[in-house]
């Protein structure tokens, strides 16, 4: 009689990138497009089987929510972005480009923690604990329940959870981190995920809140497995720009707090510090007269941020002039040209356009559009706007003044730093307009400041003496 063998097991094939499974092996794997990752693993095994549980289902009624309180960082901005500080057993991802300062930043939170009388443990996977010294004695966060430890081994900083119970528990970066028994790399998908997940188990266990640090790629977007953000409760995007000193921290995700602020810090030598009022970062003629410069109201999450748009418009000696845009976004530049030579009689097709931004701020909402197109024009004419006026609105392609959202809160701040007029859409304030003939504007005042609404990009250009009546009479002064 025939002797029955038992079937092996058919191997199972493992993106290392992403994680996709397929049953043979491939060059190229079929979810990320990447070269050479699919390599062979062991097919994951099924448990049905019921288990024990941690603590009984309760009703929700009856679930203690004074531990979950928020306890402040000590760093107002970033108190800001979280929704009132820490949670305990909160689990956080900061990340952002090499250099940003996220280690910085993580490194101030520590010590104004430990100042507070709580025990922070900050684990380090990039750098030496004499390193660390060397930038906490540079920035005044030396403390005795600061406690420091350079692992890389998943078990190595689990013990040291075990010793040092801290309250804040930082790791920098989980990407370094590695545990054993458990193939690929550390960085890999599957190293990433088993590292937090022990790291985000012990947190919600132990009522620690936690800080991961995360590497980025070089589209900007959250390097690792995408089941990392879904792990943690929080994930910040730390920003800036290597040639300022003004640094964001924007939260992506958020499930104590919202989605939709932002905290401003500015990055120098001596630390990272907030920075409550970041308008004098972008504006740098408040109340000056300069040709070409318009300043515009921008909302970054709740916050009104005023930036200064700078344009430069020369006769071009090529066949094609140069469009060069700096901070603000291209395509929306080329459309205010278009309307301004479609509707307003600014023709431009001839010179080189240079518009940029002060201060290293980006411009990307439409509500700076018209800021955009006074500059223009302003810089066309060599003449500049009256002094103290601000500009929001969005234009379309008809050259209508469209409404922008949270106008209240951008005259608020404009009002506050000393601006005297405001040039909006007209009924951007949502109220009914009264009967009878349409007018081409309608003066208001409102926190102090006036505010004049007009219909269209030609007659707040008019309005401001930057139309086509602007340029004749400059060409009858050069005649003369």
Not at 213 to 219: A, I, N, P, S
Not at 249 to 275: H, M
Request: proline residues 5%.
């Amino acid at each position: 009689m025939a002797k029955t063998t038992a079937r092996a097991p058919r191997p199972q094939y493992r993106c290392a990138e992403c994680g996709w499974e397929t049953g043979k092996w491939v060059g190229r794997c079929g979810e990320c497009q990447a070269w050479g990752s699919v390599a062979e693993g062991t097919a994951p095994t099924l448990r049905t089987s019921a288990g024990p549980v941690t603590t009984a289902a309760v009703p929700i009624g009856q679930v203690q929510v004074n531990e979950a309180a928020f306890r402040g960082t000590g760093v107002a901005e970033l108190d800001r972005v979280l929704g009132g500080g820490l949670v305990p057993g909160a689990a956080i991802l900061l990340a952002g480009e090499p250099g940003v300062g996220k280690s910085t930043l993580l490194l101030e939170v520590a010590a104004q923690t430990a100042r507070s009388g709580r025990r922070v443990l900050y684990v380090t996977g990039e750098e030496s604990a004499s390193q660390v010294r060397l930038r906490a004695d540079r920035t005044g966060g030396v403390h005795d329940e600061l406690y420091l430890a350079a692992e890389t081994d998943l078990g190595a900083i689990l013990t040291h959870i075990e010793q040092v119970r801290p309250d804040l528990l930082v790791v920098d970066s989980v990407q370094t981190i590695g545990v054993a028994g458990v193939e690929g790399v550390p960085g890999g998908v599957t190293q990433v995920k088993e590292v937090s997940a022990a790291l985000v188990r012990v947190a919600k266990t132990r009522d620690i809140a936690t800080v991961l640090v995360g590497h980025v790629t070089k589209d900007g977007g959250i390097a690792g497995p995408r089941v990392l953000e879904h792990l943690v409760d929080v994930v910040l995007q730390f920003e800036g720009d290597r040639n300022s000193r003004f640094r964001m921290v924007r939260a992506v995700k958020n499930r104590f707090g919202p989605i939709d602020e932002v905290g401003c810090f500015d990055l120098a030598a001596d630390g990272i510090t907030a920075v409550a009022d970041p308008t004098g970062l972008f504006v740098e003629h408040l109340h000056g007269r300069v040709a070409g410069t318009c300043v515009a109201v921008t909302m970054e999450g709740r916050r009104p941020l005023l930036a200064e748009v700078q344009a430069l418009v020369t006769p071009s000696p090529l066949e094609r002039p140069r469009r060069t845009v700096s901070g603000l976004d291209s395509s929306r530049i080329a459309m205010v040209l278009a309307v301004l030579q479609q509707h307003c009689g600014i023709r431009l097709h001839a010179h080189d356009v240079f518009a940029s931004t002060v201060g290293g701020a980006r411009l990307s909402e439409p509500a700076a559009d018209l800021a955009v197109a006074v500059a223009l024009a302003s810089a066309t004419f060599v003449t500049p706007p009256p002094v103290g006026v601000v500009a929001m609105g969005e234009i379309g392609l008809a050259g209508e003044l469209r409404r922008v959202r949270d106008l209240p809160q951008r005259l608020a701040e404009a009002s506050r730093l000393g601006f005297k007029m405001a040039v909006v859409p007209a009924a951007a304030a949502g109220r009914e307009e009264p009967a009878g003939p349409r007018s081409a504007r309608t003066d208001r005042v409102v926190e102090g400041m006036r505010v004049v609404e007009v219909r269209d990009v030609r007659s707040a250009l008019h309005l401001l003496h930057l139309d086509s009546r602007t340029k004749h009479a400059l060409e009858v002064v050069d005649d003369g």
